[in-house]
């Protein structure tokens, strides 16, 4: 049973590279999630997709762009990345989205895409 | 400042002991609080769910309280074991941001032999 699946596992890039986070769940889940966590921060997080088809901003959503590919899938794209998007990257998803709100259900995390930016 | 507070920061107990994890937050109103145990070098993992109305709950050898009145959470470990070793996350669920998780910092828990 894996869960949630990222990879890679871990990326260095140059600034102003571009690079596309991939992530997959397989617990049928509608919702899914893209969090940074940074040295001595909380989760943070990027960007959301409530259900197949929708996705909207988070906390940090400069600088990054998303695609929900399928129920399954969802990646995180930096079209330009910078020293401040270094980072550890988390995916993670959760059941059943009611009344429109995002679900109260327990998020489950895949184990981070650990991204470097010289 | 941050909306959800976590203390100590960081602390080292022997195995076997029991301990306390402390989660003050002001978000307000608020649908649930959670507790995430996050190993190095891997992603959170959930252990508690608490919605506002409830005041423990117990995951083996967890177990959380809340205190939705003075806006705090804890989280006991009992007879710690070697494996307990990991970063406690205290979130919390909020109406105002569309049910979006806010993320404590952590507090990072070392149970030594």
């Known amino acids: 049973n894996a869960g949630v699946t990222q990879t890679p596992k871990f990326q260095v890039l140059k600034t102003g590279q571009s690079m596309t986070l991939q992530c997959a769940q397989d617990?049928?889940?509608?919702?899914m999630y893209w969090y940074r966590q940074d040295p001595g921060m909380g989760l943070r997080l990027i960007y959301y997709?409530?259900?197949?088809?929708?996705?909207d901003k988070g906390e940090v959503p400069n600088g990054y762009n998303v695609s929900r590919l399928n129920k399954r899938e969802f990646s995180l794209r930096l079209e330009s990345a910078a020293p401040s998007q270094t980072s550890v990257y988390f995916c993670?998803?959760?059941?059943?989205?009611?009344?429109?709100?995002?679900?109260?259900?327990?998020?489950?995390f895949g184990d981070g895409t650990r991204l470097s930016i010289l | 400042k941050n909306q959800v507070e976590q203390s100590p920061q960081s602390l080292i107990i022997l195995e076997g002991k029991n301990c306390t994890l402390q989660?003050?937050?002001?978000?307000?109103?608020?649908?649930?609080l959670r507790w995430y145990k996050q190993d190095t070098g891997r992603g959170p993992v959930s252990l508690t769910i608490m919605t506002f109305s409830e005041n423990t709950k117990s995951n083996g050898r967890y177990t959380a309280t809340l205190d939705a009145d003075t806006k705090q959470s804890s989280l006991h470990i009992t007879a710690s074991q070697l494996s307990d070793s990991a970063s406690y996350i205290c979130v919390v669920s909020a109406w105002q941001y569309g049910n979006k998780l806010v993320f404590g910092a952590g507090t990072i828990l070392r149970v030594k032999s």
């Open positions: 997709s409530a259900s197949e088809g929708t996705t």
């Open positions: 617990m049928n889940h509608n919702s």
């Open positions: 989660c003050n937050y002001t978000v307000s109103p608020f649908s649930n």
């Open positions: 993670a998803s959760s059941g059943k989205v009611t009344g429109g709100r995002l679900s109260n259900q327990p998020q489950h």
